[in-house]
């Protein structure tokens, strides 16, 4: 394979100079004083790198021609180079409600409203024309008629593409790409030269993509498609994703026909902890909630704070911590009762119950450890996974 790569890689450098020739072509139009195709005497000046590179419109051509492509990206040519020239600059406005065509109840002096919009090729200032018919639904929800997710409620300012939430979401599974890395990429892509200068808008569009996340699993689980009808009562409301290789009661396999032969229709469960997935105190909203509390692998954080105030400390904890520590260097579990490992700390791991033959985590059957692993963290992680 290594072999293989050397010599397809030794066949492009044979053929640079075309490449490069190639790429320097790229750059420049053809013929730079071709008219556009309204009027031989209009000589054609924008060129669109998302529908046709190597065609020169006049600007009012290129604004009818994006009447729905308001984010493609559209340059000039300028005293012998390419230069960025945005569809909002050029005259567009982006109107909603009517296919496009302006809304018959807009004032005729109205420009539309700036919103600053998220594009996987970068951000894009487009003004939209908002529908004012009577009936006409709200800004947000006219925005997302349009497949733009608003970045709030209320008289928003921002939005973002559902193709660039749903582009980060899947950068996010392949390449575990975080929100900051993807913002700036969006800059740079926006003006590769002065990247630092255009405004990346990082919190808002982690707002959006939490609850994007939130919504997306929603939907993956059917809930809102009444999936809750087709479920046992274990399983209604529930948002994750169960092992389908072990036996689901009413789900995979009917509980009259439990097979009589030991262990055939029986459910393997293995409980571990984490002890490296902790939260150290910080800075954070003392507001901060849960967007669904109970309803995926968690524990309901109320009721699991209610529990442990009732359990307390525990007496065999209590004796281990008075023992005396191990002296051999390669024993590494006392370490998780040393007081020393959790300091400055809010959560010190996670312990989960996963299917011991398939390593699905079992819905509603993780916590969050507090100094240490304890029999009644094991306890309520393991009512929760016998619950489901």
Known sequence: KLQKATNMLAQFQEKTDLFIQALLQMEAPANPDAPCGCAPQVVGSIRCLECDPDRLRCPECAVKAHQLLPFHVTEKWQNGHFVKAPLGDLGLTYHLGHGGTRCPSLNADANGQLI????INGFHAVRIGFCKC????????????????????SKPRSAYTVASLTHFHTLTWESHMVIY???KALCRFTDGVAPHDV???YDGFRVVFWFWRHLQLKLRSGQPLGIDKKLPAPYKGSIATICPGCPQPGINFDPKNLDPKPYQDALFLCMDANFRAQQKAKSSDPKD????????YFREDKAFHEYLAKVGDEHEVKLFLRAIPSTCSGFKAGNVLRAGRYKNTVVSGLLSVVCARHSFFRPNASVDLQKGERYSHGDYALAGALSG
Request: proline share 8%; net charge positive; glycine share 10%.
């Open 116 to 119: 600053k919009v998220a594009h």
């Open 134 to 153: 009577r009936h006409a639904p709200g800004h947000a929800a006219q925005l997302l008629g349009a497949r733009l997710f608003p970045g709030t409620i």
């Open 181 to 183: 890395d993807y913002a």
């Open 199 to 201: 405004q990346a808008r």
């Open 289 to 296: 909630f849960h967007l669904h509390p109970g309803a995926a």
